[in-house]
């Protein structure tokens, strides 16, 4: 009688099934939650777009003119550009609220803004600055176009414009739309 050896254990096949597993896991959550410039891009747009409806509102509901002010800043990982919304009362530009504090953006972040068709640039010698974009109770406003794209990587921008009525388009938002539009 021959007797056949039964050997316990995984075969070269299993084990590097569960390699791959592993490995897409591994690559999956790496994706899911490595900082990607793309989102945090999207992330600053939409958080102004948000914050300048909101001040577009306010001041046709309170009767206050706002103001936007943007200057750059030295930072600890380098020169950032941060904005600030005032409301002009009593001869003097004042903060709207406290939620709407200075804001900041990362120095990643390099912001470009084209103020009534003229290119915008930060003079530190002026005392009074003048805001770049102004919100008016008649619901109009001045007109802004604004870029924000990565530094050293000005592949992707995003670009929003607001109209002398105080309408707010994200561009890059709604030529994405309106490709994925033609696709179907």
């Known amino acids: 009688m021959l007797r056949r050896s039964r050997q316990t254990g995984f075969t070269l096949i ?4 569960v390699v791959m597993i592993i490995g897409l896991s591994a ?7 490595a900082p990607d410039d ?16 909101f001040v577009a ?3 046709v509901l309170t ?17 950032t550009w941060c904005y600030q919304w005032r409301r002009f009362r009593n001869s003097s530009w004042q903060p709207v609220s406290d939620f709407l504090g200075d804001q900041c953006l990362r120095s990643t972040l390099e912001l470009e803004l084209v103020i009534e068709g003229e290119p915008y640039e930060y003079d530190e010698r002026e005392t009074t600055p003048k805001p770049v974009l102004m919100f008016y109770p008649s619901g109009e406003s001045t007109r802004l176009e604004m870029a924000l794209f990565t530094r050293f990587d000005s592949d992707q921008v995003e670009r929003v414009e607001i109209d002398m009525m105080g309408g707010i388009r994200w561009l890059s938002r709604e030529q994405e739309l309106a490709e994925q539009e033609r696709e179907l």
């Open 27 to 33: 690559g999956m959550a790496t994706l899911a939650f």
């Open 38 to 53: 793309t989102t945090e891009l999207e992330e600053a747009v939409d958080k102004f777009i948000l914050q300048a409806e």
């Open 57 to 59: 509102e306010q001041t």
């Open 14 to 17: 299993e084990i590097m099934i």
């Open 63 to 79: 009767g206050d003119v706002i103001g936007l002010f943007a200057e750059p800043r030295a930072a600890r990982d380098g020169d």
